[in-house]
């Protein structure tokens, strides 16, 4: 995900305040975005759910 050095910084903020991982927010950004124009969006909870129980730092996809 391409975000400006503000967006990071903000983003950081944010997640930093609400006790989670910046990582993990752009992992799920990065997901949903992945399956924003497909036809049809089967699986993507499950996707998600599968980001959001790994560990932080985790390399989960």
């Known amino acids: 995900m391409n975000l400006t050095s ?3 910084r ?4 944010l997640c930093q ?6 990582d993990k927010v752009l992992k ?3 997901r ?6 497909k036809e049809r969006r089967t699986g ?3 996707s998600l759910r599968e980001i959001l129980k790994s560990q932080p ?3 989960s996809s």
């Open 57 to 59: 730092g985790g390399a």
């Open 28 to 30: 799920l950004l990065d």
């Open 32 to 37: 949903v975005r992945d399956y924003e124009f």
């Open 17 to 22: 305040q609400h006790g989670v991982s910046a």
């Open 6 to 8: 503000e967006d990071k």
């Open 44 to 46: 993507v909870y499950d």
């Open 10 to 13: 903000l983003l950081e903020e």
